[in-house]
């Protein structure tokens, strides 16, 4: 069992930076490839990001790649999105989520973080 939560959301201008968290609070957090989600209003939650459990492996959605990079430090229990060029179609609640990242993609899992608004202003 494993509880997750995010944090570093908050409302930047275009073209700024934030660095996003995930928290993990069980004591098997590196037995868990994890990603990164958002959602929009009015829009399907899609994914952005994921990485394999020892981190040797990342998936990007194209929308972002090129300004987003995941990372984790499994000894602090953490799960980073750094978020550059920001875009105000970058605003959203991002989620994490513990999962599966085989054959080159990610299986969501059951374990979900509750969010954290990321606005960019134009």
């Known amino acids: 069992q494993m509880q997750i939560r995010e944090s570093g959301g908050g409302l930047v201008q275009a073209g700024g930076s934030l660095r996003l968290s995930c928290a993990g609070s069980?004591?098997?957090?590196?037995?868990?490839?994890m990603g990164w989600f958002r959602q929009a209003p009015g829009k399907e939650r899609e994914i952005v990001a994921a990485?394999?459990?020892?981190?040797?492996?990342?998936y990007y959605a194209d929308s972002v790649k090129g300004r987003f990079t995941i990372s984790r430090d499994n000894a602090q229990n953490t799960l980073f999105l750094q978020m550059n060029m920001l875009k105000p179609d970058d605003t959203a609640v991002y989620l994490c989520?513990?999962?599966?990242?085989?054959?080159?993609?990610?299986?969501?899992?059951?374990?979900w973080g509750q969010g954290t608004q990321v606005t960019v202003a134009s």
């Open positions: 989520n513990a999962g599966g990242y085989l054959g080159g993609h990610y299986r969501q899992g059951n374990i």
């Open positions: 069980g004591a098997d957090f590196s037995d868990h490839d």
């Open positions: 990485i394999r459990w020892n981190g040797n492996a990342a």
